[in-house]
């Protein structure tokens, strides 16, 4: 007899064996299938097929009442699978604590996704499982447009070819024309681009399709009535094309332009109305301001967009950052791979590389629904994930377009399959009238991103922020409230309350006797 055979029962185990016990007079169906499987378990040399007889036994005590006796097997012989099952067993699990409860345990969990698992490709679908749809969209809008393969697939091809026109996108899109009447009204205000590329995720016939809603402004966008704030950079900038709400992060805005036009741009004062092109003497005097400032620690290149700087312009931004020592991490700002990812070229990617080694650089996006990720977006995703440190998103959470449990999850999945890593969700910004109409409620986002904990991979879990000078985390407090030395807190995915004990006091203040601090003190 081996020593694991010997071993005690543990706790588990033994609950087990007393719910199991007693006898009766089983019919001979259930007998033969039980028998059936006693043996099987006898000879195991896997673990499943004890489990199986004893949730088989457990199921005939709790339906019909029938205790182990009845079945011909008595507690020594149940105590004897048991003892082989957790011999089995690489960590010792015993079969009380498989059988008699984790398969419980995750049975009462599954429900708290088989709604997503149900609903998500229906409700949120992806690009990818969209592809058949966006792929007859490309082939008409290059018809509408006018546009060979070769144009559509360079990025240049899809700048020079943008939908900056509502009478443009009619021809691409099916409108009907009292949209068409009333987006004039607020492109005459603002300004409205579509790539061509962008455009073909819109699916057809869906009114308020999210695609549609980033891109292509309504009504609201005039009639929204408030006061619309002085963008942050009025008393956040420091010098020229700077942002600087920390010590140690600031952000360069080192262009106005974008291959696409949210409908939600939190910076839609600096888009402004047309295109510009900043001078090196502009990036100059943010670079000279950093340099003077050796508290600065990550520099963030953001606009409009980064990516719609040339390849060079980039390349002269991060080797002068570079060449600065106290900047050890870059940033860098931009939708284009999600809206124009025909851009992403081995020369951007080599650039990134390169300063990549020389310091962390960080490609931070914005992604907000799952219908953005495409094949080919996922794919430039990919790519540029292999040069950089890390590739994040920062979704808005708007009406409309990720604002349930089911399109956010979705999201997330989606964008940390395509190498994108979710980051923050902001509270869509109270600051501008043009798209209060598009505002989710502070307590809604809190329960959304609240229910991924625990039902999604932790590093798909993004922070939820208010952009209000700062980003500021608007998370729930999982602390409920504190019990002598410890505190209960409350697991966001099931409400359950559990008591975790806190640190000693004593222990924590005590640095006298601090690990190595205790030793030697005869000789001081
Ligand atoms: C977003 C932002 C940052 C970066 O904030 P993190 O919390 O570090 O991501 C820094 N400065 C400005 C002006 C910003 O808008
Ligand atoms: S990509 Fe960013 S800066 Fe450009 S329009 Fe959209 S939100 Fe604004």
């Not at 009845?70 to 009380?96: M, N, Q, Y």
């Not at 953001?302 to 390849?311: E, K, S, V």
């Not at 600065?324 to 999600?338: A, F, S």
Request: hydrophobic residues 40%; aromatic residues 6%; neutral net charge.
């Amino acid at each position: 007899m081996s020593q694991t055979s010997e071993a005690a029962l543990d706790k588990f185990t033994t609950d087990l064996l007393e719910q199991l016990a007693g006898g009766g007079d089983a019919p001979a169906q259930l007998r033969a299938g039980i028998e059936a499987l006693a043996a099987a378990a006898r000879d195991a040399q896997a673990t499943a097929p004890i489990v199986a007889l004893f949730r088989a036994l457990r199921e005939a005590k709790a339906g019909a009442g029938l205790g182990h006796e009845a079945f011909g097997l008595s507690r020594a012989d149940l105590e004897a699978l048991a003892r082989r099952h957790a011999a089995i067993d690489e960590h010792g699990v015993t079969v009380g604590g498989r059988a008699g409860r984790a398969l419980d345990i995750i049975a009462q969990a599954n429900p708290r996704v088989a709604d997503y698992l149900a609903r998500k490709d229906e409700e949120a679908p992806s690009g990818i499982e969209l592809w058949d749809t966006i792929q007859e969209n490309q082939a008409r809008i290059r018809k509408a447009l006018g546009l060979d393969e070769a144009t559509w697939n360079s990025f240049g091809g899809q700048l020079a070819n943008a939908i900056n026109d509502v009478q443009t996108l009619a021809r691409c899109i099916d409108l009907p024309a009292d949209t068409i009447r009333d987006v004039t009204r607020v492109t005459g205000r603002y300004r409205m681009r579509l790539t061509p590329y962008y455009a073909s995720l819109i699916r057809p016939g869906v009114v308020n399709d999210p695609v549609l809603l980033q891109s292509v402004p309504t009504g609201e966008m005039v009639d929204n009535v408030g006061e619309e704030l002085p963008p942050v950079a009025s008393d956040h900038s420091p010098a020229r094309l700077v942002d600087q709400f920390y010590p140690r992060v600031v952000a360069v805005k080192v262009t106005n332009i974008c291959a696409m036009y949210c409908t939600h741009c939190l910076r839609i004062a600096h888009i402004g109305s047309a295109d510009r092109t900043f001078s090196k003497a502009a990036y100059q005097e943010a670079i000279d301001y950093i340099a003077a400032n050796p508290a600065i620690r990550d520099v963030l290149i953001t606009g409009g967009d980064a990516f719609m700087l040339p390849n060079a312009s980039l390349k002269w931004l991060l080797d002068k950052l570079d060449a600065i020592d106290h900047v050890r991490m870059k940033r860098l700002g931009t939708r284009v791979p999600v809206t124009t990812p025909q851009r992403v070229d081995n020369e951007l990617l080599d650039i990134l590389e390169a300063s990549n080694e020389r310091g962390p650089v960080r490609v931070v996006t914005q992604i907000n629904t799952a219908q953005e990720i495409t094949p080919v977006s996922k794919d430039a995703f990919r790519r540029i994930s292999r040069r950089v440190m890390a590739v994040l998103n920062q979704a808005v959470l708007m009406r409309g377009i990720n604002d349930s449990r089911i399109k956010m999850w979705k999201l997330c999945e989606t964008i940390q399959e395509a190498y994108v890593r979710p980051y923050y969700v902001f509270n869509c910004s109270y600051r501008n009238p043009q798209y209060t109409h598009m505002r989710v409620p502070i307590e809604k986002g809190r329960d959304i991103v609240e229910s991924m904990y625990g039902n999604i991979s932790g590093d798909a879990v993004p922070r939820y922020i208010a952009a209000a000078g700062g980003k500021v985390p608007l998370h729930r407090d999982n602390v409920v409230r504190r019990e002598g030395g410890a505190v209960v807190l409350r697991k966001p995915w099931s409400g359950e309350e559990t008591v975790y004990p806190d640190a000693l006091p004593g222990l924590y203040d005590n640095d006298a006797d601090f690990a190595f601090n205790k030793y030697g003190k005869e000789r001081s």
